[in-house]
């Protein structure tokens, strides 16, 4: 594994823990503004949560494609 390889790796381990971070805060405001949260402040809450957890979605999804396609770039 030369030095390219753990870079990769690393950077691909950063974007997954974002994405996992986006995923979980996400998650509660959207537990908060569905439960706990009233009026134009529970929608607020609950459209951030649905950004947060569709740039999570992606974030993944850039990390894995980077994975999945980078052998095919070096030939």
Known sequence: MGADD?????????????????????????LLGLTVANGAVAGVEVVLALLLLIASYAIQHVARRNTLYRDERRR
């Open 6 to 30: 753990r870079g990769r790796s690393t950077g691909r381990r950063n974007r997954l823990l974002l994405a996992g971070l986006l995923a979980v805060v996400g998650l509660i405001l959207l």
